[in-house]
């Protein structure tokens, strides 16, 4: 059964950062890629941020420049390095994982951007 165990959510100011980590249950040479995806209240869930196998990289429109993700494959783990944090960035982030058993999302974790 495939995991996804994420970390680093929390509240944080306007301007302020946040670390978001991933760690999957899965073989690094059996993940295709994995990445970040959003839901605020009300609104469809959307892409944040992704990273594939071979170290490319997808950004959604809202956070390019902000946001950086980036892996470290020796734990199957991905980060999510968000900086210049707004109130619009307020939402639930899930975990994306796309490997060789399928598609899997994490549990979720809140982050909050209010003064």
């Known amino acids: 059964q495939v995991q996804l165990v994420e970390s680093g959510g929390g509240l944080v100011q306007p301007g302020g950062s946040l670390r978001l980590s991933c760690a999957a249950s899965?073989?690094?040479?059996?993940?295709?890629?994995m990445g970040w995806y959003r839901q605020a209240p009300g609104k469809q869930r959307e892409l944040v941020a992704t990273?594939?196998?071979?170290?490319?990289?997808k950004y959604g429109d809202s956070v390019k420049g902000r946001f950086t993700i980036s892996r470290s494959n020796a734990l199957n783990t991905v980060y999510l390095q968000m900086n210049s944090l707004k109130s619009e960035d307020t939402a639930v982030y899930y975990c994306?994982?796309?490997?060789?058993?399928?598609?899997?999302w994490g549990q979720g974790t809140q982050v909050t951007v209010s003064s």
């Open positions: 899965v073989t690094i040479g059996n993940i295709n890629a």
């Open positions: 990273i594939t196998s071979g170290g490319g990289t």
């Open positions: 994306w994982l796309n490997s060789v058993y399928g598609v899997n």
